[in-house]
Nanobody
Framework: QVQLVESGGGLVQAGGSLRLSCVAT????????MGWYREPPGKQRELVAT???????NYADSMKARFTISIDNAKNTVYLQMGSLKPEDTAVYYC????????????????WGQGTHVTVSS
């Protein structure tokens, strides 16, 4: 089966930076889109950014000035470079992938990672 594993979260002071990583493993046919979402305490999950295997990106308006998403297709890995972090960026960050399964045709499945915690202190 397919698994997504995030890493890179932690505690950082306001104004600092972090780089999150997420690798997809398993019986993958092809990855169409990978993305990052976040879930602040007590709030609903929201979009951070997405990127296609071709490199097309989409950012939430509040994130695009400070965050950068990138993808390494050969490694099935997506990254999120976060800069100028603010306390309101504190959240659990989740990796997402829309992909086909090996031998499964063109039907696309959505997978989620377990999340990685990011805490920004003031």
């Amino acid at each position: 089966q397919v698994q997504l594993v995030e890493s890179g979260g932690g505690l950082v002071q306001a104004g600092g930076s972090l780089r999150l990583s997420c690798v997809a493993t398993g019986s993958i046919g092809s990855i169409n889109v990978m993305g990052w979402y976040r879930e602040p305490p007590g709030k609903q999950r929201e979009l951070v950014a997405t990127i296609t295997s071709g490199g097309s990106t989409n950012y939430a308006d509040s994130m695009k000035a400070r965050f950068t998403i990138s993808i390494d297709n050969a490694k099935n890995t997506v990254y999120l470079q976060m800069g100028s972090l603010k306390p309101e960026d504190t959240a659990v960050y989740y990796c997402n992938a829309d992909l086909t399964l090996s031998g499964g045709g063109r039907y696309t499945y959505r997978y989620w990672g377990q999340g990685t915690h990011v805490t920004v202190s003031s």
